[in-house]
Every structure is written in C-alpha cells, then in structure tokens.
C-alpha cells in the first residue's frame, strides 16, 4: 500500500506513535479480541502493557496505584498545546490473560465476584479506549491513518531512517561550508576606496536610470506608432475584405453576362444556320418534291401511271395529276396579266379540270375505260400544251434577259402535240408502258420548268435573288446548275 509523505517530527515522537493501534471505524464487538491480538503483533515479539486505565477526572486514585508521574514521556509535548491527553491514566498491576485472549483480568478487590467482573470489563475497555486514543493522537501527528500493518511500518520506518541520514548528509554539509568561509580571508576595502566604488556605482546608476528612461520614452513612441499602425492595419483590412467582397460580386455579374452572352451567340448561331437553311430551301420544291420509284414518275411521292404487273390504283394517279396541275397552275398565274396562256387549269386535289379556249372543262381524274377515254385524254394533252406554252415563256424570258442561246430554257424533253418524246400521253388504244414513260418524261419536263422559275423569279432563295441588271446572266447559270438529277432522266 502507498504511504502518503509525513510532517518532520522529533525523532523521539516517531519512534512513540510507530506502535500497534486499531482506529476507531474498525472497533465493533466482535472484534475486539482480533484487534487485540492485530495490534500485539504490530511491537513485534513484545506485548503492550494492559496498565493504564482511564478514571474520571473527580475520582481519586485507587489505593494501592501508584500515580502516573507528571515528568515521564508520556506527558505531550510543550511545544503543542492543546495535544495533551485530557484523560487520567493509573498504573496496574500486570494479570494473566483470559484463555480466549480477548482482555486482561485486574486482582480481585474486597467487593466480591461481582466486583472482580466489574474490574475485569472495565480493564478491557479500558485497553481499546486507550489504543484508541494513541491511534487518534497517531494520525493526528503523522497524517497517516493508524494503526499500520507491519509491512507498512517496516516501509515507513525504512524512509524515517532514509530521511534522518538525508537531514543528517545536510547539516554535515552546511557545517563544512560554514567552516570553510570562516577560514577564508576577507578582504575589506578602505573608506576612501569604497566611498570611490559608490560614486562609481551611483554614476553607472544614474546612467541606467537615464537610459531605462529614453529606452522607455521609445517604447512609449512605439507603442504609439504600433497602435496607429494595428488602426491602420485594421482599416487595410476593412478596405481589402470590402475590396473583395465588390470583386467578388463583379466576378459574379460578369460569369452571369458572359454565360447569358454565350446563350445569346449560340442562340444567333443556331438561327444563323436555320436561315441559311431557309435561304437554300423553296417552297416550291418542298411543297412538290419530283422524283421517280422505278418506271414511275413521282410527286410527292404519288406515282403516276400504271403497268401491267404494278396496278396503280386511281387515288394515287389522281393525286399525282392534282399536284401536277397545282406546281403547274401557281407557275403560271405569277406571270399573269403578261403571260396569257390558251389553258386555264383548275386545281380541285384530287379532282383537277382543265378548260381550253372555247371554254370547254375536261376532267383530269380517273377511273376512266383503258379503250376509250377521250375526255381523260384530252385533258391530258391540254396539260402538254400548257407546259410546252410556259417552256415558250421561260425561252423568251431568258431572251429577253440576254442569257446566251445554249443556255436559254429548253424541256429536256420535246413535246409535239400529244407526244412526249415520241410516247403518246393518251390512254385510249395505247399501252400502259408507253403511257406510263410519257407521263415520267412529263414530270421530268415540269421539273425543270420548276428550277428555271425558282432560278428566275422571288420564288428563289434569297441568296440566289437578282438585285441589280449586271446580275442578270448569273440567273441563268444558276439555272443551269440547278438541272434536274440526271438520274431521273428516263431511259
């Protein structure tokens, strides 16, 4: 168990309170002979004398016990008032112990039996108050609660010992050193000399003195400049803090202007490419797309004519002929009142009519008899004549623009009455493959009438449109590059 450090104490005073003791917490009943026995063995071989006895102050020694003399050690020391023991203690004579070794037996006084087992109770209490009192009075001197085991007390005793021989090393020490200077000569300096040593000392203080006052005047004019410095400091950065905060806010307005600027451009580009998309489409050629799908001739994807083994049916060769008169029909009606052409076509869908100069009107639309058919044919070749007319008014038109002859506008394919090419366009007495390739030469003619009108009037794109009288002949080679794909010429 660890052992709290002691109060220095007289040596004498040590040795008196290093004795068996039982506290006061562990003093119960049944206990006491074990405590007795525990504090025996704390002296060793040697027993503690069951002698003293405590009496009430007003009671007068016993007869025959002789009192506890004043002068003895076991008076408390002078120098602690107020340690004394307040109790009497009287002197007995030593009796065997009991055989269970739990007290001491007084001898028998005149009062009989009763008496001796007073004087036997009253000796053992008297025991456990007096160890009880020497335990207290133990822990009071020593701050280490008593009674110790033997251990603990072989420990404390060892580190007494250690501490005395310390103690004594120190005193051999001081008296050595104080021999030492006692021996040692002194050396002492005269009046006039050491009054000189004084003014030297008074003069190199007053110097100090001088100087610690202008070394604290400077720190004063320091701490003054630092001061000024910290407020300038802390407005530096209250300037830097708001310095960034308005960088800060710019920085933000500027990354908010440059991405709505970049939206903005890339909205500009994505326009910019739709309208040149729009300058390099027509209207025209999207509302009537011509092509061919096979040994047909298309228009919008509507075949016209029919073949033996590829029945078209007659609502698509209707459509075709509707589309067909409405390219047709919108072509001609731009140059009007100039243009007086000797057929008036009527697009009605699917149900277009064709009326010639008599004002006679010919259905353009089918089922008709494949054996005799005449209004459908003649419809048919009203149509024929109102191409060849605006073929005429688009060689004139290029005549009249001064585009050379080899590149004025002629149909790729001649038409001569009711002939496309040397293949009748009629459907009476005629087969269905002639008919069908004099109808695909027909759109393929009504093509390039289409380019050459796209070529030469505000129907264009814009980028290909004739501002000025010197552009004029780039019309006509704008023309001539748009021909028709040489895969839609007919074989």
């Given amino acids: 168990m660890g052992l709290p450090e002691l109060s ?26 074990s405590l007795i026995h525990g504090a025996s063995s704390v002296l060793g071989s040697t027993r503690m004398d069951n002698s003293f006895v405590v009496l009430p102050k007003q009671k007068p020694p016993a007869q ?3 009192p506890r003399p004043r002068g003895g050690p ?3 020391d002078a120098g602690h008032p107020g340690k004394a023991m307040e109790e009497s203690f009287v002197v007995v004579y030593k009796s065997e112990s009991a055989s269970d070794g739990g007290g001491t037996q007084l ?20 025991t456990i108050t007096v160890l009880q009192r020497a335990f207290e009075i133990a822990t009071t001197q020593t701050q280490v609660e008593q009674p110790l085991c033997l251990e603990c007390m072989r420990v404390l005793s060892d580190k007494l010992d250690k501490e005395v021989e310390d103690v004594t090393r120190d005193i051999e020490a001081y008296e050595a050193c104080r021999q030492r200077l006692e021996g040692e000569a002194r050396d002492v300096l005269s009046e006039a000399d050491f009054h000189k040593e004084k003014l030297k000392i008074e003069e190199e203080e007053r110097k100090l003195e001088a100087a610690i006052e202008e070394i604290e005047k400077q720190n004063a004019e320091v701490n003054a400049e630092l001061k000024e410095l910290e407020q300038k400091s802390n407005r530096f950065k209250e300037l830097e803090e708001r310095y960034w905060q308005e960088f800060n806010n710019f920085q933000f307005q500027l990354i908010a202007h440059q991405e709505e600027r970049d939206a903005i451009l ?7 490419a739709h309208l040149e998309l729009l300058k390099r489409t027509n209207v025209l050629i999207d509302a009537f797309p011509i092509w061919h799908d096979g040994e047909f001739g298309t228009i919008n994807n509507f075949r016209l004519g029919r073949l033996p083994k590829i029945p078209v049916e007659w609502d698509e060769i209707n459509a075709a002929w509707g589309q067909a008169c409405l390219l047709l029909h919108t072509m001609c009606q731009y140059f009007q009142p100039k243009f007086h052409y000797r057929i008036n076509i009527i697009p009605l869908g699917s149900y277009p009519r064709i009326m010639d100069s008599n004002n006679n009107t010919y259905e353009l639309f089918g089922p008709v008899n494949l054996f005799w058919s005449t209004r459908y044919d003649k419809a048919m070749t009203l149509f024929l004549t109102c191409l060849k007319d605006f073929a005429e008014l688009a060689n004139s038109k290029d005549q009249e623009n001064n585009i050379p002859p080899e590149k004025r506008f002629n149909l790729p394919y001649k038409i001569e009455n009711d002939k496309v090419e040397n293949y009748s366009i009629t459907q009476s007495f005629n087969k269905q493959e002639n008919w069908t390739k004099a109808l695909k030469y027909t759109l393929c003619n009504l093509k390039w009438a ?19 009288a010197t552009e004029v002949p780039a019309v006509g080679c704008l023309y001539a590059k748009r021909a028709p794909d040489p895969k839609f010429v007919p074989r």
Wanted: charged share 15%; no cysteine.
């Fill in 8 to 33: 220095p104490l007289p040596l004498h005073r040590r040795r008196r309170f290093l004795r068996g003791q039982v506290p006061k917490r562990l003093l119960s009943p049944t206990m006491q002979g």
């Fill in 64 to 66: 025959g016990f002789p």
């Fill in 74 to 76: 076991g008076q408390p």
């Fill in 107 to 126: 001898p028998l006084s005149e009062g009989g039996p009763n008496s001796a087992l007073q004087l036997n109770n009253s000796g053992f209490h008297s």
């Fill in 266 to 272: 890339a909205k500009t580009e994505v326009s910019q």
């Fill in 450 to 468: 289409l380019y050459w009108f796209i070529g030469s009037t505000n129907f264009q794109p814009l980028s290909a449109m004739v501002s000025s």
